[in-house]
């Protein structure tokens, strides 16, 4: 792992009214690594999120991203042009609700090649065979580039929208709850999934969820959050295992065989 | 007061216009909106068409108006008298004598000179709407240039039916940045649009919008490299002038399954007719 941060942000705050989202965090994240940000509802997790991936403008704090070439850019201040390059190129953003990220009424293998033809693609052929790729990457048969999403599985669906955005092979993905609203035996399988292809191509992932056990799973470090505050964070066993804040004890001790 | 509500429009509602139109030049293929005003015909017949016609017409001006390629069609005749009798302008259906010509889904087939201006009737100036509900959305995508989805739309065409599928309003990139609605002209005159001499004005009276193409501006017809972009036109003759390089309409002559195809512009298939071209089926027509 690099010395250099791939995002990393200072002071972040974010208040709804009188509520507060965000309270002085700071995050940061290595190239390739998984972070987990775990939390009760409304503990500020999408927030976060929203802010890091300059979706949302926090009141205080800045959020530093290094591109490729070594240089820092800062999310809220960058033109929208450029954010909107990297959004649909470096990064990518995974939502609970495929339907939020999937184009209902275009095919499989278009909501694949979107990003790529966004990214200016122009070849039918070599858009359809990454199409093709992708969806056996992601365990959808070949056969059913042509069909539309809604008939698809909501499983299917959250695959298809996994291939959609790592088409591009971004360096960053956001991830809000990938698993959830799925079955066990289904989410089962997508966690293995993420694992296989984050780990394969060296992504680096900010996953929001609320269960403990995929936190476990999936990532590399874990930041635990309550009403807007980073509670505590560290490598997720030693976190899980060994719980220092009594918020974390009780996240902990609430789930069974965590 | 001589000169004034010359053309039908008040000179402040012209002047308005004119405004939209230098910032439309300025932005090749950007939409302007603009205050399009009530006019003596329905939406959908060319208010916007008609009101930049309106205010771009002076009184030494010579006016053409096309309907679907035809100068003798309702809609043709009506807004050329119309502006016979508000402006007082020469009016003309051959092509290179006019300086001002207003179209509904057709360019002539004459190639178009730098000292005339083409007027389009455009119902729908943004080429995403079918694509994309939200014009908040649309507008974004065009500042920033995000035009993915348009070839997404193409994407599908191919998929499904093994070519691309969009017949007319097919959409052009204008000048590398801006994508647009040519205005439902059939793909086949898309190419006309690339480099032409003439200024090039739509003009979306219901939709509030106006927009251009100054002369000499690259326009590229949206393609994939192995799909490229082809025009679609029937494979015949002109019936009449046995033209094989115009647009065709497709006429029924009969109810036995009799049909003839003719060129879809009036005076380009009347001139090559006077310059004695004949048709297979133009013999027919001298016989009866």
Known sequence: MSDETLIAARGLSLRFGAIPALVDVDIDLWPGEMLAIVGESGSGKTSLLNVLSGRLAPDAGAVWYRDPSGQLHDVHTMPAPALRTLHRSDWGFVHQDPRQNLRMNVSAGGNVGERLMARGARHYGDIRGQAIDWLEQVEIDADRIDDLPRTFSGGMLQRLQIARTLVTHPRLVFMDEPTGGLDVSVQARLLDLIRGLVTRLGIAVVLVTHDIAVARLLAHRIAVMQRGRVVETGLTDQVLDDPQHPYTQLLVSSVLNA | MKGYNFAYLDEQTKRMIRRSLLKAVAIPGHQVPFGSREMPLPYGWGTGGIQVTASVLG??????????????????????????????????????????????????????????????????????????????????????????????????????????????????????????????????????????????????????????????????????????????????????????????????????????????????????????????????????
């Open chain 2, 59 to 288: 009184a030494g001006d010579v006016l053409k108006v096309i309907d679907q390629g035809a100068d003798d069609t309702t809609n043709a005749v009506s807004i050329r008298r119309f502006f016979a009798r508000t402006a007082g302008v020469r009016t003309t259906t051959v092509t290179t004598e006019a300086t001002v010509i207003q179209t509904r889904h057709r360019i002539p087939e004459t190639q178009l000179r730098e000292n005339q201006i083409i007027v389009y009737q455009v119902p729908q100036p943004e080429p995403l709407y079918r694509l994309e509900p939200s014009r908040v959305e649309t507008r974004r995508m065009h500042a920033l240039s995000d035009y993915g989805l348009m070839h997404v739309k193409l994407y599908e065409d191919i998929a499904r039916y093994g070519q691309i599928s969009i017949s007319y309003d097919y959409p052009v990139l204008v000048n590398h940045r801006y994508l647009m609605s040519p205005s439902p002209i059939p793909a086949f005159d898309n190419p006309k649009m690339h480099m032409m001499p003439a200024l090039q004005l739509f003009g979306a009276g219901r939709e509030k919008r106006i927009y251009a193409i100054p002369p000499w501006t690259e326009v590229r017809s949206l393609d994939f490299e192995d799909h490229p972009f082809r025009a679609i036109n029937a494979p015949y003759p002109c019936g009449l002038c046995g033209a094989t390089d115009s647009y065709l309409d497709e006429v029924i002559t009969d109810d036995r399954g009799g049909r003839i195809f003719v060129c879809s512009d009036t005076d380009h298939c009347s001139e090559r007719q006077a310059a004695g071209h004949v048709g297979a089926d133009g013999w027919q027509d001298a016989a009866q």
